[in-house]
């Protein structure tokens, strides 16, 4: 096994397990997988056993059965094409099988997700409103703020925790990221875009707009202080692995800095120096107002725990630390109490 695969399934093999990828399907892949090149269509090609299961249960009548069937093959096309820089046409292909699977999957599931589209600056951003089941009256709403290379289809554990305790959730592509990565590379105004769902949200009778929180996860452990910082209707805050700034952008793993480069659209490091040094907090972070919980991992190797620790001393309102010295980034080893930890602190600002 090459040394990129080895660490491949050493860094990310608890996050496959949270998102519900079953161990025994973790463990045909690490027989059948021979080199990183072979990563992307050994996912695809579980994926699409998948697919074939949602079909047999479909014509069948079980219809819960074939949208989580569905989902499963998003997800596990979402796993192969995640970080998957040097192939961009292979990893094209299986990105959009990815997104097609959830379509299909988004009206089977329960509760289910209903497709929607973010006008921003030119272009429509594609995304998912979930409410949760058997609501009285107009929902909490949480807007859920991804990473690097990462979408909307990699939501599905988290929305349903916020749909349990009573908050509809929102998952998106912002500009870098998924179906937007496609019509917009990643830049510093992102948070633009986050206004702009906001907006989205204001002119949904289903959601509370008065009571709107946003849980952003590892880059959007950056992006998410940002935007609650320059858009104060937003009224709670949830950091997945803080990101203050990338200054230690030199120490970071190669192959993810390699993903900074592709979600910024440059050739090169040199050419995504503007946009990684724009990565810093420092001119805003006083202006957090809203309650935040920051969860961050003592071993991350890609944000250090300072960048945690200058957030919570740097922001104005509230605050909780939640911090796991053993862990790593985004605290996927530890998914089943740091994921319902951030659900209830949301819970308990918003509903």
């Not at 050994?42 to 697919?51: D, F």
């Not at 909307?152 to 509809?168: H, N």
């Not at 969860?295 to 001393?313: C, E, F, K, M, Q």
Request: charged residues 20%; negative net charge; contains cysteine.
């Amino acid at each position: 096994m090459s040394q990129e695969l080895q660490k491949s399934w050493d860094n990310y093999t608890n996050r496959f397990l949270a998102e519900g990828v079953p161990y025994a399907d973790i463990q045909k892949l690490r027989t059948t997988v021979e080199s990183w090149d072979g990563w992307c269509s050994g996912w695809y090609e579980l994926a699409q056993e998948a697919e074939k299961r949602a079909l047999v249960a479909r014509e069948n009548g079980y219809t819960l059965t074939a949208g989580i069937e569905y989902a499963r093959a998003s997800v596990y096309a979402c796993f192969g094409h995640y970080l998957f820089w040097h192939k961009p046409e292979e990893k094209r292909v299986v990105h959009d099988y990815s997104t097609q699977m959830m379509r299909y999957a988004a009206p089977l599931l329960s509760p289910p997700l209903v497709p929607i589209s973010v006008p921003y600056d030119g272009i429509e951003m594609k995304g998912y409103l979930r409410l949760p089941q058997n609501s009285k009256g107009p929902s909490p709403c949480v807007i859920c703020l991804g990473g690097l290379d990462s979408g909307k289809e990699e939501w599905l554990v988290m929305s349903a925790l916020l749909a349990q305790r009573g908050m509809a959730s929102l998952l998106f592509d912002g500009p870098g990221q998924g179906e937007t990565f496609y019509q917009m590379k990643m830049h510093s105004n992102y948070t633009d875009s986050v206004s702009a769902v906001i907006d989205f949200l204001e002119k949904r009778p289903e959601v509370n707009s008065s009571k709107i929180g946003l849980v952003g996860r590892s880059l959007g452990g950056y992006y998410g202080p940002r935007a609650a910082a320059l858009d104060h209707r937003i009224k709670a805050l949830a950091v997945w692995g803080a990101f203050f700034d990338l200054k230690n952008y030199a120490s970071i793993p190669p192959h993810t800095l390699d993903g900074f480069i592709y979600v910024s659209g440059a050739k090169d490091l040199e050419g995504a120096l503007p946009y990684i040094h724009s990565i810093d907090l420092t001119d805003v972070v006083s202006q957090i107002v809203c309650p935040t919980f920051i969860l961050h991992g003592g071993r991350d190797v890609i944000t250090p725990t300072s960048n945690a620790t200058r957030l919570a001393d740097g922001v104005s309102g509230e605050v909780e630390m939640s911090m796991w010295p053993e862990s790593g980034h985004c605290n996927h080893d530890v998914a089943h109490i740091a994921r319902p930890g951030m659900a209830d602190f949301l819970m308990k600002h918003l509903s």
